[in-house]
């Protein structure tokens, strides 16, 4: 590990006081850093034993209003992650840009957006990728590569020339946090972390040790 040198001191009057603008600005600081996926964040889940899991996901905005605005990533609701989410709804997020010594992370809730929000968002990628979503079975065993493909083609032969639907096992989460941190890397191991929690009608800030 590099001796992290490139930030100032992070102070409590820093930072913003609703987590979700800080967390933007820090997002485009990565991206003006030049990450290639600043909006690339860790979800870990656990299934109805208990069991963690975590992937990565594209983050793609924030959606609500208050406590309940949250951070929404859209997804496969019959994949693995689905299933667990299902089962439990608690989520941490852990987002890291390299080039900037950051990271955040986050612990909440997700719920499932309103269909019209994932309806909009589905429309707006290629063609190609929402036949994808239609086609795959997200997180099931498939046979070949070739089964895959060969699914995909008929797909893409069924679909050609007109819109594809929205399908019901597709769609957007949203994670309405209730504890942010903020992390930077500071020379000597004494990095800053500084946790946002939910305390009655807003957000106590403490600094944790690194
Ligand atoms: C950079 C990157 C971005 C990704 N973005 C998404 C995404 O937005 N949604 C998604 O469902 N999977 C995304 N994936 C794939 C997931 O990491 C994962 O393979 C998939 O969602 C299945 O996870 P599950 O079986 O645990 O449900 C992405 C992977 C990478 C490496």
Known sequence: MPQYTQNPPLDIADLDADPLAQLQRWLDDAGAAGMIEPTAMTVATVDAQGRPSAR?????GFHGEGFERGLTFFTNYDSRKGRDLAANPHVALVFWWDKVERSVRI??????????????????????????????????????REALDQRYAEQLAHYEGRGVPLPEFWGGYRVAPE???FWQGRHGRLHDRLRYRREGDGWLVERLEP
């Open 107 to 144: 612990e909440g809730r997700a719920a499932k957006l309103p269909r019209e929000v994932s309806e909009r968002y589905f429309h707006s990628r290629p063609h190609d990728s929402q036949v994808g979503a239609v086609t795959s079975r997200q997180s099931a065993v498939v046979r070949s």
């Open 56 to 60: 990565i996901v594209l983050f793609k």
């Open 179 to 181: 504890a942010v941190e």
